[in-house]
């Protein structure tokens, strides 16, 4: 079975270009998560989709990020403008169910890792 | 808040014994284990809930003290594909969310 597909692995950007990211989860897994990962740290949570409804969105910065889960599938994230400090791996997550603290494993993809020149 | 990680690396030899911990400010429902290999997606390892539970995976196993809001990893006789940075995923009760720490780079070499 595939696991969690992320695309592009690596972009190198000018600062105030546009950006985007592809995420498609495990097949069957409704919840699905983006996550921020700066050199050298853990992941943090930007945003969480339940089927296509944003549940938590409240770590992403609104300004500049937006995301998107039409048909509760595949998702993509979006930066405009980007900035020095978005330099960064993204990755995405997927997982069967909602009850990360009970039962929770997440399947990560591999990450998109932006730089922003 | 996430959590604290020590150490922040370590160097073994295969066959060597290390441990890693993950300490909370705040009351910890879950602690959930996963390893990274460079350039590559974090794996999960296992999950300990409340109750002061053990558990083991391979040679690598963890315990969870609820009361003193930390965990341990244990990586028993090391190999070399033991291999990658390690981090805790702390989770509190009425938030889903995981609150990862820092990462212990765990280097093994033969």
């Known amino acids: 079975e595939a696991g969690v597909v992320q695309s592009p692995r690596y972009k190198i950007i000018e600062k105030k270009q546009p950006v985007a990211f592809w995420c498609n989860p495990i097949s069957g897994h409704n919840t699905l998560y983006w996550y921020l990962q700066n050199l050298g740290q853990g992941p943090e949570l930007l945003i969480r989709?339940?089927?296509?409804?944003?549940?938590?969105d409240s770590q992403l910065p609104k300004d500049r990020f937006s995301a998107e889960r039409l048909k509760g599938v595949d998702s993509t994230l979006k930066i405009q403008p980007a900035e020095l400090g978005d330099s960064a791996v993204y990755l995405c997550?997927?997982?069967?169910?909602?009850?990360?603290?009970?039962?929770?494993?997440?399947?990560f993809g591999e990450g998109s890792r932006l730089t922003v020149l | 808040q996430q959590p604290v990680q020590s150490p922040q690396a370590v160097i073994l030899r295969e066959g060597e014994d290390a441990v890693i911990n993950c300490s909370s400010s705040k009351a910890l429902y879950s602690v959930h284990w996963y390893r990274q290999k460079h350039g590559e997606a974090p794996v999960f390892l296992m999950i300990?809930?409340?109750?002061?539970e053990q558990k083991g995976h391979e040679k690598i196993s963890a315990s969870f003290n609820e009361k003193k809001q930390q965990s341990s990893l244990y990586l028993t006789a090391s190999q070399l594909s033991y291999s990658g940075t390690y981090f805790c995923?702390?989770?509190?009760?009425?938030?889903?969310?995981?609150?990862f720490g820092a990462g212990t780079t765990v280097t093994v070499r033969a």
């Open positions: 995923g702390t989770g509190v009760s009425n938030d889903y969310k995981l609150s």
């Open positions: 989709y339940e089927n296509e409804e944003a549940v938590d």
């Open positions: 300990l809930l409340k109750g002061g």
């Open positions: 997550a997927s997982s069967l169910g909602s009850d990360l603290l009970n039962t929770g494993e997440l399947f």
